[in-house]
């Protein structure tokens, strides 16, 4: 077969839709951090929706990958068209494909390859917007506080080396120190990473460092540059190598890195924006005043039962969250978990009905179409459960609430850390604090082997990890916090992930 690329658009087979309109039009108004799956997957869509429903083609994309060259020679050769497949199930369990090609993706630059070329296009007079999906891990900062992480290695290489900067933070204030050298327009600097807050989060970390490099700087972004907090969700697999030869044969053309998502999209995102925006509520998004309560809500719902899943489902060798959801013990548990400890501490939203968020949630992960694995959810958990779980037992203990099932989750993420699953295999831990977790691990672990009294035991191993304060704040040495998470390690610990599950779901029955 032919390769993806405009010259061999038109032979793409009938059913796959595609760009119809000049792509040479397009101008790159649009910078992204991250140019992984999730941006292509829904940025990108959305935007392609926003542009061709109101003929403007001031919004084209360059997409910036900021660790490793493989997206951009995969997209390069085909002048970044790209795949995006949409799966799911009928009401019989048969599995569907709808399949788009994608042309809003205009340029794409690796950072450290030409961090110069990329800290260019963040100063170009036409970029309006820098947007970011970074991860969690991405923003150099301390997960418990949001405080900029000063000494973190990125952050310290780009105080010295501006012309080459490493973090995220650093292209953005030094793209935007050329900008304002240059007297071009401000511009919006738009977060779609899970985190609460994630404009004003982004905005404090920028400023900070801004302050260091040049207060006249710092008081010029802070004036005139815009941060809009948004929440973004969609479920959105890592490609394997059978879906890009399933999806190549689909379309009837060689597509090298094709991206994978869910029917299900939501955007609700602040209207903030100091330079124009795409009308992308075109495409389903959805300008609000103020989108802490979406944030809140998609924080503790979605990520905070998905990373709850993931751990317990990795320790029981449950592979993908289809399988694990459709143990019954696990959607009970998530279901109760969803009812009774998360939703009592979301914020009031007109209309939502939250049984009825649940319920479509929990039909989203059982999507069997995905096969989205838990490992891949698993990673990075020192920077996602301040954001998805903490927050949420932080209100419970306040108002003097029980953190039964809350507790479990952070307990299989601590039982997780050890790096063998119930029938003892091996995995690996991928987490930018790795090194330090695994010494906490070692040290818990110790604590735990110097008493032989089993009531004391796992009591000694929480504290000790939950000790670990860039991870658990002000949680750390809250006694009921502690005693509620040992409970629950025991439990892992000489019963297993399905006892424990059931056991958990006969205690709250009685």
């Not at 419970?396 to 790096?419: E, N």
């Not at 006694?479 to 000489?494: E, S, Y």
């Amino acid at each position: 077969m032919d390769r993806l690329h405009p010259d061999t658009l038109a032979r793409a087979l009938p059913a796959v839709d595609r760009p119809r309109y000049d792509r040479d039009a397009l101008r790159i108004g649009i910078v992204h951090l991250g140019l992984g799956a999730f941006a292509r997957a829904h940025l990108a869509p959305v935007n392609e929706a926003a542009m061709v429903q109101a003929s403007d083609w001031r919004w084209g994309i360059c997409g910036v990958s900021l660790r490793q060259p493989d997206t951009r020679d995969a997209l390069a050769p085909q002048d970044g068209l790209y795949t995006l497949a949409i799966r799911d199930a009928d009401a019989a369990g048969a599995k569907r494909e709808q399949l788009s090609i994608i042309g809003a993706l205009r340029e794409t630059l690796v950072a450290p390859d030409d961090p110069t070329r990329v800290l260019a296009r963040i100063a170009a007079p036409d970029t309006r917007i820098v947007s970011l999906t970074v991860t969690e891990k991405g923003y150099c900062h301390h997960p418990a506080t949001g405080a900029l992480n000063a000494d973190h290695p990125d952050i310290v290489h780009d105080l010295l080396h501006p012309e080459s900067p490493r973090s995220i933070v650093g292209f953005i204030v030094y793209g935007l120190q050329r900008r304002h050298a240059a007297k071009s327009p401000p511009l919006t600097l738009m977060s779609l990473d899970n985190l609460p807050s994630n404009g004003k989060l982004l905005r404090g970390l920028v400023l900070d460092l801004a302050g260091r490099v040049d207060p006249g700087l710092q008081e010029w972004i802070g004036t005139t540059c815009t941060f809009p907090c948004s929440m973004v969700d969609r479920i959105v697999p890592r490609t394997t190598d059978a879906d890009r030869e399933s999806i190549s044969r689909a379309i009837g053309l060689v597509d090298a890195w094709p991206v994978l998502g869910e029917p299900f999209l939501d955007w609700v995102i602040e209207d903030d924006f100091a330079a124009g925006r795409p009308d992308w509520s075109a495409a389903g998004a959805r300008f609000v005043t103020d989108a802490t309560p979406y944030e809140v809500l998609k924080l503790r719902m979605v990520n905070g039962t998905h990373s709850a899943l993931a751990y317990l489902s990795v320790l029981a060798g449950w592979r993908t969250v289809d399988q694990a959801i459709a143990q019954p013990a696990m959607r009970r548990y998530i279901g109760t978990l969803m009812r009774d400890e998360i939703a009592p501490t979301l914020p009031a939203l007109e209309g939502l009905d939250l049984a009825q968020y649940a319920e479509r949630l929990l039909a989203r992960f059982a999507n069997p179409a995905l096969q989205h694995q838990t490992g891949q959810i698993a990673m990075d958990g020192s920077q996602k459960l301040p954001q998805r779980l903490l927050g949420t037992i932080r209100e419970r203990l306040r108002d003097g609430l029980p953190i039964d099932g809350l507790a479990l989750a952070v307990a299989a993420w601590l039982v997780y850390l050890q790096g063998r699953d119930e029938a003892h295999q091996a995995y690996p831990i991928s987490d930018p604090l790795a090194d330090a977790l695994s010494i906490e691990v070692a040290a818990a672990v110790a604590a735990r082997d110097a008493t032989e009294d089993p009531l004391l035991q796992d009591t000694r191993y929480v504290a000790r990890l939950t000790g670990y304060r860039p991870v658990f704040g002000d949680l750390s040495g809250n006694d009921r916090f502690v005693n509620a998470v040992a409970v629950q390690v025991k439990q892992l610990r000489t019963r297993g992930v399905a006892a424990t599950l059931e056991a958990l779901g006969t205690a709250r029955a009685d």
